[in-house]
Nanobody
Framework: QVQLVESGGGLVQVGGSLRLSCAAS????????MGWFRQAPGKERESVVT????????NYADSVKGRFTISRDNGANTVYLQMNSLKPEDTAVYYC?????????????????WGQGTQVTVST
């Protein structure tokens, strides 16, 4: 059974930084599309950034371009999200997701694997 466990969330002041980690277990890691998503209270879940199974294609939401960076360490079965210059509107629960099938770059959705989420709160 594939499990994704996020960590690294917390409370940070405006302009601060956090690094989220998503550790995968129970299945292969390389060869799968990964992504970070977030959901703020009263809002729909939105994509923050996705990275293709090869790592060659990365797509950031316009709202985080230039501030967030995704990376993956296939040897450690972990994907990271470095978040800099945080803003109050970045406050949300952040989830990582892994595509269910290999070598597939279709959009990540409910049928894929998801972590339990980690809270990020940016205070003014």
């Amino acid at each position: 059974q594939v499990q994704l466990v996020e960590s690294g969330g917390g409370l940070v002041q405006v302009g601060g930084s956090l690094r989220l980690s998503c550790a995968a277990s129970g299945g292969t890691f390389s060869g799968h599309k990964m992504g970070w998503f977030r959901q703020a209270p009263g809002k729909e879940r939105e994509s923050v950034v996705t990275i293709s199974w090869s790592g060659g294609s990365i797509n950031y939401a316009d709202s985080v371009k230039g501030r967030f960076t995704i990376s993956r360490d296939n040897g450690a079965n972990t994907v990271y999200l470095q978040m800099n210059s945080l803003k109050p509107e970045d406050t949300a629960v952040y989830y990582c997701a892994r595509a269910r099938s290999m070598y597939n770059n279709r959009p990540l959705g409910d049928s894929d694997y998801w972590g339990q989420g980690t809270q990020v709160t940016v205070s003014t």
